[in-house]
């Protein structure tokens, strides 16, 4: 079975993911949840009856299969910091040539997406579509 996010239910606390602070600013991955089959008992013989029955039903149930993936503000504006460090530093390298740095741009534009890092996402994003370009090619 598959997993799938919902939409209808609040990320509740967790530890950051760096520190172990108690927070819920940054949700990097929302709680996954699983559907699963599970009988019910729809009706029965009552307690004194001579032959006792019961006639059940399969439903389906959600249940939590991985909890929330968080990270506090102070982890989070860290680990900002680091990335527009290593983008400053090595931007002008990978636009040069994008297919030599390939897998070192896809790890940091899944950081800057996962963390939801809006400036330095885009610029990421302007790499890569630079790498399908010349992959086409
Ligand atoms: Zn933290």
């Not at 990320?11 to 559907?35: D, F, G, M, W």
Request: aromatic share 8%.
């Amino acid at each position: 079975m598959s997993f799938f996010e919902r939409d209808d239910v609040q990320t509740t606390s967790r530890p950051c993911k760096s520190c172990r602070k108690t927070t819920r600013s940054h949700i990097l991955q929302k709680a996954l949840y699983e559907e699963y089959v599970t009988e019910v008992v729809i009706d029965s013989s009552d307690e004194f009856a001579n032959k006792q029955w019961e006639e059940t039903e399969e439903i389906i149930k959600m249940r939590k299969a991985k909890e929330a993936v968080v990270v506090c503000h102070i982890c989070w504006l860290k680990r900002r910091k680091e990335v527009q460090n290593i983008i400053e530093k090595d931007y002008k390298k990978w636009e040069k040539n994008p297919l030599a740095h390939i897998s070192r741009i896809h790890v940091v534009a899944e950081v800057c997406n996962t963390y939801d890092f809006d400036t330095e996402s885009n610029k990421m994003g302007s790499l890569i579509s630079k790498l399908k370009e010349s992959t086409i090619q």
